[in-house]
């Protein structure tokens, strides 16, 4: 068993003790427009505060390292919301009865790989293996894997070794699922993690998967100790003069999660 594991396991332990206590001195919300000036969790390094601030100029924040930090901290009321991607929230509200995710996103993002500015081959390659996997519909049966909730998440295995031309480091932080997490075998797996092993097939590489936290995905890819990244990142112009990123390979949002409070007192009552 991983440290992440043993983390992920001791959290959700926390939040199962948290849900029965019902620690939090936080208000409730039942609509989204009430979050204006509230304190918001956000992942480090990622770009949500920022999308976050275009929706509540005056939202303050609070920074984590993983999302079950992030889950945490809403849990016991040191924060009033979390701010992550749709795809992510969608799979945590899943699991968590007393968590709410709004329906309506406070962005639109498109999502993608990232290599090295002097790297256009590899971002090629991966732009075509992206439109091959499009055109064969293996993209389409990865998407339903991934994120339909039907239960069904695993990477199909690869036939035989694949390294005749050496290794490809795939830079991840294995903290958004459904995109790149660790399950409960200890292996990181996901969509992103699946789609950068067609990558490396197609270069005949094997692939290497590195674990960091998210804000250090960036940071590694400069200093070269890998190849490329991903994990659910949000191609914005201002990454853009850091990093060369791949074709958008899917386009999402910036959901917002809260604790269920008035809301659902609303719909016990019936009004």
């Given at each position: 068993?991983?440290?992440?594991?043993?983390?992920?396991?001791?959290?959700?332990?926390?939040?199962?003790?948290s849900a029965l206590t019902g620690c939090s001195r936080r208000e409730t919300f039942d609509r989204l427009e009430q979050l204006e000036g509230k304190e918001f969790a956000i992942l480090s390094g990622s770009v949500c505060d920022?999308?976050?601030m275009e929706k509540f100029p005056y939202a303050k924040f609070q920074y984590f390292n993983t999302v079950a930090d992030e889950v945490l901290a809403l849990q016991t009321g040191k924060v009033d919301a979390v701010a992550l991607d749709e795809p992510i929230l969608r799979v945590i509200a899943?699991?968590?009865?007393?968590?709410?995710?709004?329906?309506?996103?406070?962005s639109a993002?498109?999502?993608g790989y990232a290599v090295k500015p002097d790297n256009p081959g590899?971002?090629?390659?991966?732009?075509?293996?992206?439109?091959?996997?499009?055109?064969?519909?293996?993209?389409?049966?990865m998407m339903h894997r991934w994120f339909s909730g039907s239960?069904?998440?695993?990477?199909?295995?690869?036939?035989?070794?694949?390294?005749?031309?050496g290794v490809l480091k795939l830079g991840t932080a294995p903290v958004t699922e459904p995109f790149s997490y660790v399950d409960g075998s200890g292996r990181i797996v996901g969509f992103d993690i699946e789609m950068a092993g067609q990558v490396a097939r197609k270069l005949g590489k094997r692939l290497e998967v590195v674990s960091m936290d998210f804000g250090a995905l960036i940071p590694a890819?400069?200093?070269n100790k890998v190849d490329m990244i991903g994990a659910c990142i949000i191609i914005t112009d201002e990454r853009a003069r850091k990093v060369l990123f791949s074709e958008p390979y899917y386009t999402g949002g910036m959901g917002v999660m809260v604790k269920q409070g008035r809301l659902n007192n609303k719909s016990q009552s019936g009004k």
């Open positions: 068993m991983t440290g992440y594991h043993i983390r992920f396991i001791a959290v959700l332990a926390l939040l199962l003790i920022r999308l976050v899943k699991r968590t009865p007393d968590l709410y995710l709004f329906p309506e996103l406070i993002d498109r999502y590899l971002r090629d390659s991966i732009d075509q293996t992206v439109r091959e996997l499009k055109t064969s519909g293996r993209y389409d049966e239960g069904v998440q695993d990477m199909i295995p690869d036939n035989g070794p694949n390294d005749r031309n890819l400069v200093s």
